[in-house]
């Protein structure tokens, strides 16, 4: 505070001085106010701060008391009042001298005293009704400062029942002369509204006069009224709509008076007015929508980006498009603004960008993905309040894909910045709700506190309580509810040892023992007192002070307390040195004394609570003998229903050969390398979860752990293809870590919110690294990867994806994961579909001989490697050569075509096996191959198999629990859950004809009669000689057939029926209605996964054509 | 609308202090405590907006501040006033004080307060915007000054 008081004192002569020198009656060096504040600025303490202002007040009552005291020196006296006022002392006995002040004084005067009146009081005040004569009368004068004093008192504060009284000269106001009379008596009205609706409902029409005002201030003012009135009720206030855009419209145009310029801005607080009530207006009413295009176009065309007030508008202007009935190029111009805040270095800019940005993705969650990066550099921000509305951001995309990460990062969120709240805010919360509140809250808590691993954020948060707790303990404890006093000792009892006892080890055993001490606290909570310090004893000096009190208490005539001293001293014998046996064997006796005479052995107390039991329903008693019978009998039972997996038999006996080094280095013949593999050494089955962080932080994990246990230098390698696989070290820049780190938190946090944000992180300049993870969970991101040459696959994605699509599983939003450094020119390809696809990932395969095909039974994946210059179908594996097959399709290959993907599904009698082929096309030969295959819902399981040396083959199969259908040709429900059929597959139209047709009544009755539905727009055709509606209707038609059943205007009505499968002959009826540019689709069926599964259908249909 | 208008110093002494809503004498003190306590601890790089305390309605209102040399100028508002906007109107109200103080400083408000509160009136008037423009401002400013001096002479 020194400095202040330095910096004050020295400026004081000189402004003193010219205050003097400006005469105008303000302050002398003499004058009291401001000896006082001299006085103030030279105290050290608040305590000499205190006696300071006393005195002080004293000699101000002494003062107004006096009848000698003119007005002028009142006045004088008010100023001082009003700065211990301020400073928070009381002088309450200064108020009716406001009053009179304001009653009495001249105009100068009654300005001092209005300001004290207001500063002062407050609406129920009492001595406010000795005001309204005064404030009636100043509103009636002819001096217009009187008048604007008086509205001006009136609206900060005015007794609600007076208000009456004032009303009509108020009213009278707005048509007064002045325009500043007028305007604040627009907001005096305003105010009265707020307090007394129903007394200004006569007086709207002059609101409408106040809205027409031919001054803009007046206008302006009266804005005020009607945002909030139409806030309240936006149906009444329609009509206004177009007056409101004219306004807006004049404003941005700029025809008000230039006096209203703010940084050659027009009237910007105005303009930020007019959109909030435009947005209200607009709210889910297109007609009333349509009205304002055309003026938020030109708001947000005529904002350029030069001040901050600017960017006011432009945030109100998108949240004004956003909340009026959509116009598709408006939105897309308002999220283009929404870049520029988010993307702006100042920092209020982005905090709004965000709050705008959560306020879109409510309706458009896509919106965030462009913006990803900032967001997540926003998530580590230092700005807790940047942070916080992060989070909220994030917590408006949350699917069901990037739940889990989202919800780590706010519990981070929490445990870094709200330990203190926490505490806190429980602290205040037991203080208060104390004894009332249902005992699971602080059980809930204590919990909350004893759970989690014992890091260092834990740690803090206990050591934090146990602080806060220390220091409630030294201050007054009478107050404190039994149950805090509870939660504290458990929590002193548990966490003690987290403080550091630099000066006083006993100091928390002391407070427990006063805590004991003390009338107020309850048996209940004394046992539980107790028990803490029996915690604590484990310390000498503990011991001391809990022996005492231990030794006092248990002279305590509560059973509950002498059971607890019992089980305490027990605990306390057995865990700590414990000398005085004396002591132990008096306490024990005096227990056992009181003690004895209680028990009942047989428990006979208990007998009415048994009977109760019993008659209600309850099993008799059991002894510990007889459950353990019933115990055996259950778990026989329980061995019964899981029969062998034949996939896990033949995976282990594949692996023992893939075990052993040695054999593997002789077999390996042309490539020496064995260095992805020795890593491997030593994990007894082929566990895909375990190896699947190939790609870590540091670059490729596998290399960089086998280097310390090979010592086989790279350059060894015979062919000049793999030495530059590459170490980590070899890594581009170790700065580009952080950021693929953010760029893999991006892609788990954005996952599931649009098909293009692969294509937007591959997009990022610099990327060497390309990193999409589905993020459910890292053995969920699928991904097929052998390592080659770097290229990049896009397209493979979609592919594989619609092959699979119509395979085995209708999966939604996929992300490829490409991860290759370019400098180094290690070969990967890289692919990834999305849930239950398959996942192939960078373990070494070798060749070995024999497959053991036969063994398919279920859905399966094979991959076959083939030599080049062969027909595809020659390399079909023996076994499902002769089965019906779908075209080899392929997937992907590379920019020089050495490698290349492709697939097909087989049908199998009782299964579906997808064929993945990876087929050299290259002259050289393959070295080595890392192919691996997961898939997170359907458990792959690899078999490895061969045909020669040179091309490796690998299968591997899904088992996806029996197969509904045996007809090949049928889809393939392939969920574990098999009641739900989550999953539609084959072409829609297989099991969509023949048509459902029904009458438009009913129709009718069935859209009625179903539960599950789901909106949706969808994208319309357009042919030349044909409705959108119609040609949109006809394509689905001939796509799905689909039954059109009627067309009614702009509307339309279609139905369906579920061919095969389990929902099968469950109808689905869609209600299409043409809205702007698009289809509104409402889609409701019985079965809760048909309409998603047709919508999903609906859009690719029309996106093919 | 603005719920709470409050000026402190850089070690948390209350310059200036008006309340738009009824809140009693030891809360409107201890309101004052909890936002000096919420602002001072905020570093110069980060955003000039936060939720309010506890006591002045926590996540309901939003406290908008900025930090000239050795004052904090808080505005306590609710979720109908827009920040930018309110942020820009302490910029106004700094300004107009500058105006009518030439080259304003700590001083002028400890001396002032009645003359500060006059001018505040004169911007917001029972917790509504009044007026933005600081000529208007200064202008009704000063025509009671005026009228103060010709008093004086009297």
């Not at chain 1, 740690?459 to 039994?482: C, H, I, M, N, W």
């Not at chain 1, 030593?682 to 670059?699: A, C, F, Y």
């Not at chain 1, 490697?865 to 020659?874: A, G, H, I, K, Y």
């Not at chain 1, 009782?910 to 997961?934: C, E, K, P, R, Y």
Request: some cysteine; glycine content about 4%.
């Amino acid at each position: 505070m020194s400095d202040v008081v330095e910096k004050t004192l020295s400026a004081l002569p000189s402004l003193l001085s010219l205050d003097s020198q400006a005469g105008a009656g303000k302050l002398s060096p003499s004058s009291k106010l401001g000896n006082l504040i001299k006085g103030i600025t030279e105290l050290t303490s608040k305590h000499e701060e205190e006696t300071l202002i006393k005195k002080e007040l004293e000699s101000i009552k002494e003062q107004v008391a006096s009848p000698n005291t003119t007005m002028r020196q009142m006045k004088e006296i008010m100023v001082r009042a009003i700065y211990c006022e301020m400073l928070g002392y009381q002088a309450s006995f200064s108020y009716i001298h406001a009053i009179k002040l304001a009653q009495q004084g001249s105009v100068l005067e009654k300005r001092v005293g209005y300001l004290a009146v207001s500063l002062f009081l407050n609406e129920t005040d009492e001595f406010l009704l000795l005001l309204v004569n005064t404030v009636l009368k100043d509103l009636q004068s002819t001096n217009l400062i009187e008048v604007c004093m008086a509205l001006t008192v009136v609206s900060q504060m005015f007794p609600k029942d007076m208000i009456p009284a004032i009303l009509p000269v108020v009213e009278e106001k707005l048509t007064h002369p002045k325009e500043i009379i007028r305007r604040k008596a627009v907001l005096a009205l305003y105010k009265f509204y707020l307090i007394a609706p129903n007394q200004v409902q006569h007086i709207h029409s002059k609101f409408r006069k106040a809205l027409c005002d031919k001054d803009p201030g007046v206008m302006t003012a009266s804005l005020h009224i009607y945002l909030q009135l139409i806030k309240e009720n936006p149906e009444s206030y329609k009509d206004l709509t177009g007056s409101m855009v004219t306004i807006l419209r004049q404003v941005v145009g700029g025809k008000l008076p230039l006096d209203f310029n703010y940084h050659s801005v027009p009237a910007p607080w105005l303009q930020i007015q007019l959109l909030r009530i435009l947005a209200y207006l607009g709210k889910e009413d297109q007609g009333t929508s349509e009205m304002m295009y055309d003026v938020l176009e030109e708001s947000l065309r005529r904002a350029e980006m030069n001040h901050n007030i600017t960017y006011a508008i432009l945030f109100e202007c998108v949240k004004t498009i956003y909340t009026v009935h959509p116009k598709s190029q408006l939105l897309e111009k308002a999220a283009e603004c929404i870049g520029n805040f988010v993307l702006s270095p100042k920092i209020n800019l982005k905090y709004l960008g965000l709050k705008a940005l959560t306020y879109v993705v409510q309706q458009d969650a896509n919106l965030a993905l462009p913006h990803q990066m900032t967001i997540i550099e926003c998530l580590d921000h230092s700005d807790v309040i940047i942070k916080r509305e992060t989070l909220e951001l994030l917590f408006r995309i949350t699917n069901a894909q990037n739940v889990t990460v989202i919800v780590e990062k706010m519990l981070e969120f929490l445990r870094l910045t709200y330990n203190v709240w926490f505490i806190q805010t429980m602290n205040s919360v037991f203080s208060l709700g104390g004894d009332v509140m249902q005992p699971d809250i602080p059980n809930n808590f204590l919990r909350l506190l004893a759970e989690g691993v014992d890091n260092v954020e834990d740690r803090q948060l206990r050591l934090f309580a146990v602080d806060s707790y220390v220091s409630l303990l030294q201050g007054e404890t009478a107050k404190l509810p039994q149950r805090f006093l509870q939660v504290i000792s458990w929590v002193l009892g548990e966490y003690s040892y987290l403080r550091e006892e630099e000066s006083d080890p006993g100091s928390v055993m002391r407070l427990l023992a006063r805590l004991l001490d003390q009338r107020h606290t309850s048996t209940e909570t004394r046992s539980w007192v107790l028990g803490a310090m029996t915690k604590l004893c484990s310390s000498p000096v503990y011991t001391a002070i809990y022996w005492q009190n231990l030794h006092c208490y248990s002279t305590e005539r509560h059973w509950l307390y002498k059971t607890k001293c019992l089980s305490s001293l027990f605990k306390l014998y057995l865990t700590t040195l414990i000398f005085e046996v004396d002591l132990i064997i008096s306490c024990l006796s005096w227990l056992w004394c009181c003690f004895i005479p209680q028990v009942d052995s047989s428990l006979s107390f208990l007998d009415g609570y048994v009977s109760d039991a019993l008659a209600a329903g309850a099993a008799p008693y059991k002894s510990p003998h007889q459950r353990q019978e019933d115990l055996v009998q259950e778990k026989a039972l329980s061995l019964e229903p899981y029969g062998l997996s034949l996939p896990v038999s033949l995976s282990s006996c594949s692996i023992t050969d893939r075990r052993s080094p040695t054999l593997l280095s002789m077999s390996s013949g042309l490539s020496g390398n064995s260095t992805e593999l020795s890593h491997q050494e030593g994990s007894t089955t082929l566990k895909l979860e375990g190896v699947k962080r190939v790609w870590g932080k540091d670059g490729y994990l596998a290399q960089q752990q086998s280097a310390g246990e090979t010592p086989t230098p790279l350059v060894e390698l015979p062919s000049p293809l793999l030495s530059p696989q590459s170490p980590p070290s070899q890594k581009p820049s170790s700065g580009l870590e952080p950021d693929q780190e953010k760029r893999q938190l991006a892609s788990s946090l954005f996952v599931g919110l649009g098909s293009h944000n692969s294509v937007c992180l591959v997009r990022l300049p610099s990327t060497v690294w390309l990193f999409i993870k589905n993020c459910q969970s890292a053995n969920q991101s699928n991904v097929v990867k052998s390592l080659f040459k770097p290229f990049y696959i896009n397209s493979c994605q979609s592919a594989l994806h619609n092959l699979l699509d119509s395979t085995t599983v209708a999966s939604e939003g996929g992300a490829a994961t490409t991860t290759t450094p370019q400098q180094t020119s290690q070969r990967t390809l890289d692919h990834t579909t999305s849930n239950g696809n398959p996942h192939v990932e960078g373990t070494e395969q070798r060749v070995e001989a024999g497959g053991p095909l036969s063994l398919i039974r279920g859905n399966g994946m094979v991959a076959v490697v083939p030599p080049r210059d062969l027909p595809l179908t020659s390399h079909l594996p023996a076994e499902l050569s002769g089965l019906a097959r779908s075209e080899f399709t392929p997937l992907c290959s590379d920019q020089d075509s050495s490698l290349a993907l492709s697939a097909c599904r087989v049908y199998k009698e009782d299964a579906l096996v997808l064929l993945v082929f990876i087929s050299n096309n290259n002259d050289s030969a393959l070295h080595q191959m890392v192919l691996q295959l997961t898939c997170k819902e359907l458990e792959v399981y690899i078999f490895q198999t061969g045909l020669n040396n040179k091309v490796p083959l690998f299968f591997s199969e899904i088992p996806v629990g029996r197969s509904r259908n045996q007809d090949r040709n049928t889809r393939v429900s392939s969920n574990r859950d098999l009641e739900k059929p989550r999953i539609f597959c084959e072409s829609f139209r297989n099991f969509c004809s023949p048509p459902l047709t029904v009458s438009t009544g009913d129709y009718g009755k069935m859209w009625l009669s179903f539960s599950h539905d789901l909106k949706q727009n969808l994208r319309l055709v357009t042919t030349e000689h044909q409705e959108p509606l119609t040609a949109t209707l006809d394509a689905l038609k001939g796509k799905l057939h689909l039954h059109v059943v009627d067309i009614i205007g702009s509307e339309g009505i279609v139905a369906c029926r579920l061919l095969q499968g389990p929902g099968q002959g469950q109808p689905c009826l869609l209600h299409c209605r043409v809205h702007a540019d698009s289809l509104a689709v409402w889609l409701r069926s019985p079965v809760p996964e048909l309409p998603d599964s047709l919508l999903y259908h609906c859009q690719k249909a029309l996106t093919e054509t | 609308m603005i719920k709470a208008i409050l000026i402190f110093n850089n070690h948390g002494k209350p310059r200036l202090s008006k309340f738009y809503e009824h809140y009693s004498e030891d809360t409107e003190q201890q309101i004052i405590r909890e936002t000096f306590h919420l602002v001072s601890k905020r570093d110069e790089n980060v955003c000039n907006f936060l939720e309010g305390g506890m006591l002045i309605g926590g996540s309901e209102n939003k406290l908008i501040y900025r930090h000239y040399a050795t004052l904090y100028f808080v505005f306590c508002v609710d979720s109908s006033e827009s920040e930018l906007g309110i942020l820009d109107l302490i910029q106004v109200f700094v300004e107009t004080l500058d105006k009518c103080f030439e080259n304003v400083c700590e001083l002028d408000l400890i001396f002032h307060v009645d003359k500060v509160h006059n001018i505040l009136a004169e911007m917001v008037m029972g917790g509504m915007v009044l007026e933005t423009n600081m000529n208007e401002i200064i202008t009704q400013v000063d025509a009671q000054n005026k009228m103060e001096k010709s008093e004086v002479r009297l």
